[in-house]
């Protein structure tokens, strides 16, 4: 499970059962969205948060970021994924970079992989303009569409199984 953790598996998750104040503010320090905009800048925050204490995030209904479900940008949820498919994918390109011959190529494996990882994690967002949202939010954006698969089709992203 993406983002699982238990006591033997690093010093943070006592903090998480001591103080998530503390956890909170090493998600802000750490920056793990610099590229997101504002506007979601704290619903990505809110899924380092997640990712870290699993546990202590759980939908209480008393913040949203928390509740929301995969394809809502304004929820931890849809940031864990999009952050792990971005990570996931950097490594399919390292595997594959010994076969390729320049940039490009690069660029056309992340950018088949990301979406359909992001996809594969969360398939409400399958079929709708996500992709193109996404995008135009990024301090860095681009225009891309998201690749047709046949439905069911399994994602060119093998590695988180």
């Avoid at 399919?92 to 359909?116: M, Q």
Wanted: hydrophobic share 35%.
């Amino acid at each position: 499970m993406m983002g699982a953790r238990g006591p033997d598996d690093d010093w943070m998750f006592g903090h998480c059962e001591e103080d998530l104040g503390d956890v909170l503010k090493g998600c802000q320090n750490w920056e793990p969205c610099p590229d997101v905009d504002d506007e979601f800048a704290d619903a990505c925050v809110a899924s380092c948060l997640r990712t870290l204490c699993p546990d202590q995030t759980q939908c209480t209904g008393l913040d949203p970021a928390f509740c929301a479900p995969c394809e809502d940008m304004q929820g931890a949820l849809f940031w864990r994924i999009t952050g792990h498919a971005d990570a996931q994918c950097e490594y399919e390109v390292r595997v594959a970079s010994p076969t390729l011959t320049n940039w490009e190529a690069e660029v056309r494996v992340y950018d088949a992989c990301f979406p359909a990882h992001v996809e594969e994690h969360c398939p409400a967002l399958a079929g709708t303009d996500w992709l193109a949202r996404y995008d135009a939010i990024s301090n860095y954006p681009r225009k891309r569409t998201t690749p047709a698969r046949a439905p069911g089709s399994r994602a060119p992203c093998t590695m988180l199984r």
